[in-house]
C-alpha cells in the first residue's frame, strides 16, 4: 500500500466521488470528510471502506482542511487532500512510492489536466495546487473571515509549509462530472468570497501575498483582471488551441471575473 493518508473533503458528491475513490485503493488510509451530504455520498464512501469523518463548521478558524490536520489522527506521514473531481492515475501513485521514502521535501506541488465541456484541455493557465506535504509540516493559511465567509472549507487558501518542495511529475485528472450548472453554482460562490476577501485586504494592504496574488487583487477593483486573464489564458498560453472548450473556458473565467468586481461594487454601497 502506498503510505499516503488521502483527505477527500466532499458534500453531495455522489457523481464524482466513485470515481475518485476508485482511483484510491491502492493508498493504506482514505478519509471521507463529509459536511451534511444529503445523496448518497456516504453510502458511496463505505462502501469503498473508506471512514468517514463528519465535519460541521462553526464559521471560525479552522476550516474543513486545517480542521482534519489539527483534530483527526492520520495513520501516515504524509497526507494527500485531494477533491472529489480529482482523480488519481496508477502512474501518479508508483511515482509516489519511487519519490517518497528518501525524499528531501516536505511537500509537493501537484499539476492538475483539466476537463472542461466534455474535453481534456492541454493549454491555457495551468492548473496546480500544493496537495501533499507532511503531517505537522504544514497548515492552509489563516484568513480573518470570521465575519464573512461563508465557505466552509479551504478554497483559495494555500498550504503555508515547513521546508523545501518539489513537484509530482505525474498529472492528476480534474473533471467534474456534476455539469455546467455545478460549475456556475460553484463560481459564483467563489465570486461572493473573493469580493468580500477583495474588501477585507484592502484595508490592511497586500502584505504576504504572493506575486500572483499581488497582481490579482490589485487589478481586482477594475475591470481589468477579466480581460488580463483572457489574454494571458487563450492567447499567450495557447488556450485557442483547445478549440470550442478553451474559448468556452477563457470566457466563463472572464465573466467570472466581471462577477467579482460587480460584488464589490455592490458592497461598496
Request: glycine share 8%; charged share 30%.
Amino acid at each position: 500500500m502506498i503510505p499516503v493518508s488521502v483527505v477527500v473533503p466532499v458534500k453531495n458528491e455522489e457523481k464524482n466521488l466513485p470515481r475518485c475513490l476508485e482511483q484510491v485503493k491502492d493508498f493504506s488510509e482514505v478519509l471521507v470528510v463529509d459536511s451534511g451530504s444529503t445523496d448518497s455520498t456516504r453510502e458511496i464512501a463505505e462502501s469503498y471502506g473508506a471512514k468517514i469523518v463528519d465535519f460541521k463548521w462553526n464559521g471560525k478558524f479552522p476550516k474543513k482542511r486545517n480542521w482534519v490536520l489539527r483534530n483527526v489522527e492520520l495513520k501516515n506521514e504524509w497526507v494527500l487532500f485531494l477533491d472529489a473531481d480529482e482523480y488519481v492515475p496508477p502512474e501518479f501513485g508508483e511515482e509516489l512510492r519511487r519519490i517518497l521514502p528518501d525524499s528531501k521535501y516536505t511537500g509537493f506541488w501537484i499539476t492538475y489536466h483539466n476537463h472542461f465541456m466534455g474535453r481534456k484541455l492541454k493549454h491555457g493557465d495551468p492548473m496546480r495546487k500544493l496537495a501533499l506535504f507532511r503531517k505537522g509540516k504544514g497548515e492552509y493559511e489563516k484568513i480573518e473571515e470570521d465575519s464573512w465567509s461563508h465557505l466552509d472549507m479551504e478554497v483559495h487558501e494555500h498550504p503555508v509549509i515547513e521546508g523545501s518542495v518539489g513537484t509530482v511529475s505525474t498529472p492528476v485528472e480534474h473533471h467534474d462530472y456534476k455539469g455546467y450548472e455545478a460549475y456556475i453554482a460553484r463560481h459564483n460562490a467563489y465570486s461572493s468570497w473573493e469580493a468580500a476577501r477583495y474588501l477585507a485586504l484592502k484595508k490592511k494592504g497586500f502584505a504576504g501575498l504572493t506575486g500572483r496574488q499581488k497582481i490579482k487583487y490589485r487589478l481586482m477593483d477594475s475591470w481589468l483582471l477579466g480581460p488580463v486573464y483572457f489574454f494571458g489564458a487563450y492567447f499567450l498560453k495557447l488556450g485557442f488551441l483547445d478549440g470550442k472548450a478553451g474559448w468556452l473556458l477563457a470566457v466563463n473565467k472572464l465573466i467570472y471575473f466581471f462577477q467579482i468586481k460587480c460584488k464589490i461594487d455592490e458592497l461598496k454601497k
